[in-house]
């Protein structure tokens, strides 16, 4: 098949790929890199300090949030937008966005057409009737749960994020502790993982970013229970240090309490081999298969008996329905087919598949 020409939009908050926290950055870094791999041209816009063998193009020479000067996230996203639609749109087969609604406006008038992933959870305020008045743009989302707030828009597939093989290193025999890892969110939940701990007397450590908007709810909710000798709190962790964590737990310890859209961490645990205990909510039972590479809970009681049964689960079993469902591979094969697609759906005037599911 022809070569594609193809523009990938990265939120400019964290670098390409993050140095440490940072989900979509680092999708959209491996996307961008498989595709490279595929003998497609491929123009990166993302912040300066990004690191990639596609042409890079920047508004600004650092990632926002760790970056030593001070940007408006939306001013400086604006003007990436307005460089690309505006100065080059017509150097690419197709646009691929990653920064959802910011993108609208341009995609809903580009001669180009614009791929837009959805990365985060659509039920928020406006955002639905926003969705609807460009309902007719091409939609992927990160899992079938997803599209649960707006399932009248135009879904062209559904596409679970990937890592590569090799990412995450699988080991059989974990030390005796759990894992929480992400951030201190209340949506997440860090105060459930710290209270089953005590409540199981099991060891948990705990890997997180404290975001500047959540600092007084660390404070308030969190900080108080950190001096229980059972829970320790090692920070915010670079891809190093977290690959060890991942491999070396009995499980990660996953209580969120939100919709969420797909939730790289589970993945990452199960390239470990490491089981994911998760509440039943959002992407997670789509990811995790209950009873097999991990426990998908209701209750606090189902969290006490997941964590008593964690060893009857197959660290194995994780790793294989990682490399069967989650590899690097798969997700950019099912976004060419998505590319592909689009422009042969657009050659012949048809309309594109809407409400396919995952592939």
């Not at 039972?285 to 009873?291: D, F, I, K, L, R």
Request: with cysteine; proline share 6%.
């Amino acid at each position: 098949m022809k070569k594609l020409r193809i523009a990938q939009i990265a939120p400019l908050i964290e670098r390409v790929p993050p140095k440490k926290y940072g989900g979509t950055e680092r999708v959209v870094y491996y996307l961008t890199e498989g595709l490279l791999a595929k003998g497609h041209e491929v123009t990166l816009f993302a912040s300066g300090d990004s690191r990639t063998g596609a042409r890079l193009v920047s508004p600004v020479r650092e990632s926002l949030r760790l970056g030593r000067k001070v940007h408006s996230p939306m001013f400086v996203s604006m003007m990436m937008l307005g460089t690309l639609f505006e100065k080059m749109v017509h150097e690419f087969d197709i646009i691929h966005s990653h920064i959802e609604y910011l993108t609208l406006p341009y995609a809903s008038r580009s001669p180009v057409p614009v791929v837009l992933t959805m990365h985060g959870r659509l039920d928020i305020g406006d955002y639905r009737d926003l969705l609807r008045r460009y309902g007719d743009l091409f939609y992927v989302s990160i899992s079938d749960a997803q599209r649960r707030p707006v399932p009248d828009i135009n879904w062209v597939k559904t596409v679970y994020h990937g890592y590569p093989a090799t990412c995450f290193e699988y080991n059989e025999v974990p030390e005796n502790y759990f894992l929480y890892l992400g951030r201190f969110s209340e949506e997440k939940k860090p105060e459930m993982a710290i209270m089953l701990a005590r409540a199981c007397h099991i060891p948990l450590k705990i890997a997180a970013k404290i975001d500047p908007s959540e600092k007084g709810y660390f404070e308030k909710k969190i900080r108080p229970l950190l001096g229980d000798p059972l829970v320790e709190y090692v920070g915010e962790v670079d891809d190093a240090r977290k690959k060890i964590l991942l491999k070396n737990a009995r499980a990660l310890l996953n209580p969120i309490d939100w919709p969420e859209p797909f939730g790289l961490v589970m993945i990452e645990s199960l390239a470990s081999g490491t089981p994911v205990i998760v509440r039943n909510c959002g992407s997670a039972p789509e990811v995790v298969t209950h009873g097999k590479t991990g426990f998908v809970c209701q209750s606090k009681l189902d969290f006490v008996h997941a964590i008593r049964s964690v060893d009857t689960i197959s660290r194995k079993a994780c790793r294989d329905e990682f490399l069967r469902r989650f590899t690097v591979d798969t997700m950019v094969d099912c976004y060419e087919e998505v590319y592909y697609g689009i422009l042969e759906n657009l050659r012949t005037r048809q309309f594109f598949f809407p409400g396919e599911k995952a592939g």
